[in-house]
């Protein structure tokens, strides 16, 4: 390391407090001082390949001139200006884009800076749609073991409870329904009987479409979003897709619930938003929904109005990044990265101490029996030159979707070299 970063990673070190670590036996973070593409340079003057794209946001790689060019200009003209009662091209236009990319009556955007305070909203707004008509008593969700959706207060309530990161807060949070996804027939009918039983009380379905990602890198079939709509029409509930980490192609398609043939009436979206430049989340909700809160009485509007909504800086990002969905080849892109995973990866299920290993779009996870020691397999992958996190019992790729073939090839190799070392 430099002169320069050994001193500012020693004094800062001693400052900072990082997520999901435990401060006094974590290994020390890496110092990175460049991105590009999909290289990160370490300040020990080290290069990795990126098989994470920062929480699944790069999507087009670090450092995408375009986007750079965008906030660029928008940075000249206006970073930001407040959202109440001020209004700007870059968040109208993107709000008029992404109701056209979504299609299904998805119409009205709420703009937010986190993925966790979209899916607030989403509750929120879908609690306050059946007050607004009249219906109290709307208050819980129905939600999914697996399932991740956020780290605040009201997000954690509807995480699994169990093999989630917020078992400790059990006593503080809210009850919500958290059930096994309906993955055959039986389990639909068994949901149907226990929906005729407890809907009254239900506001709506909260599910993350195809892939349960923070969870575990669950994967389930489209049926089961189908499944989902049906009930939810059935019971008179409200559907909420949150593709905070399967929109804008990760998945395949640009939305994962594309898939499936079948629309929510509300839709999270954020992570891979602004191609991973700058914070920002989008609630998205139906005309039906945005009705119920067309009223005389001015308690029936949605009271949630964050300080840095529509940030002027994040939407150009956002603009820019979908700019790029349009013009160049990016869903072929993933198919491709799909392809070489299912190779690459498939052979690493024979090695005993591997459970499972499942690929899907850009996402590609290996589900060891267990991980004894998650660190020293984080180094092991970053002395082989990459950057790949292993969460719970999974070591998991999902690059960004302009990695360069040899790229990925190193990837991959890293990854089957790491792994049938030996159990980790
Ligand atoms: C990451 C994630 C969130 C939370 O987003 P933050 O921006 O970290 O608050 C919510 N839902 C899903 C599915 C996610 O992947």
């Not at 392809?339 to 005993?352: G, H, K, N, S, Y």
């Amino acid at each position: 390391m430099d002169a320069d970063s050994s001193t500012w990673a020693a004094a800062g070190m001693r400052h900072i407090w990082l997520p999901y670590t435990q401060m006094q036996t974590a290994t020390p973070p890496l110092p990175v001082v460049r991105t590009q593409g999909s290289r990160i340079e370490l300040a020990d003057g080290r290069t990795l390949i990126d098989g994470v794209a920062s929480w699944w946001t790069a999507c087009h790689g670090y450092n995408h001139p375009h986007i750079a060019a965008a906030v660029q200009q928008q940075l000249a003209d206006m970073p930001h200006v407040m959202f109440g009662g001020l209004v700007h091209e870059p968040a109208l236009r993107l709000a008029t884009r992404l109701a056209g990319c979504l299609g299904g009556g998805l119409e009205r955007v709420f703009y937010t800076d986190s993925g966790s305070v979209a899916v607030e909203v989403a509750m929120k707004m879908a609690v306050q749609y059946w007050l607004n008509q009249g219906a109290s008593g709307r208050t819980r969700f129905l939600a999914f073991r697996g399932g991740y959706h956020g780290d605040t207060l009201g997000t954690m309530a509807v995480c699994d409870p169990d093999e989630g990161m917020h078992t400790r807060f059990q006593g503080m949070l809210i009850g919500h329904d958290i059930v096994a996804l309906p993955v055959d027939e039986l389990a639909e009918a068994a949901l149907d009987a226990y929906l005729a039983r407890h809907a009254h009380g239900l506001a709506g379905i909260l599910v993350e479409p195809l892939v349960q990602g923070a969870g575990g890198m669950l994967m389930h079939a489209p049926e089961v979003l189908q499944r989902l709509r049906r009930l939810a029409d059935r019971h008179g509930l409200l559907l909420i897709f949150d593709e905070i980490f399967t929109g804008f192609g990760r998945t395949g398609t640009m939305f994962a619930f594309q898939q499936a043939g079948v629309w929510p009436d509300i839709i999270t979206l954020s992570k891979a938003l602004t191609g991973g430049t700058l914070p920002l989340a989008a609630t998205v909700a139906s005309r039906r929904i945005f009705d119920g809160f067309l009223s005389d009485d001015p308690g029936h509007a949605l009271m949630h109005g964050p300080t840095f909504m529509g940030n002027a800086l994040a939407c150009a990002a956002a603009n820019a990044s979908l700019d790029l969905f349009e013009q160049a080849p990016r869903l072929a892109q993933v198919a491709a990265i799909e392809t070489v995973l299912r190779e690459r990866l498939a052979p690493l299920a024979a090695l005993p101490w591997v459970a499972d290993v499942r690929v899907l779009g850009a996402i590609g996870a290996v589900e060891l029996r267990q991980i004894h020691d998650r660190e020293a397999l984080k180094r092991r992958f970053a002395d082989a030159g990459v950057w790949i996190r292993p969460f719970g019992r999974i070591a998991y790729v999902t690059p960004a979707f302009t990695i360069a073939p040899e790229e990925l090839d190193f990837l991959m190799d890293a990854m089957g070299k790491v792994l049938a070392q030996g159990q980790p």
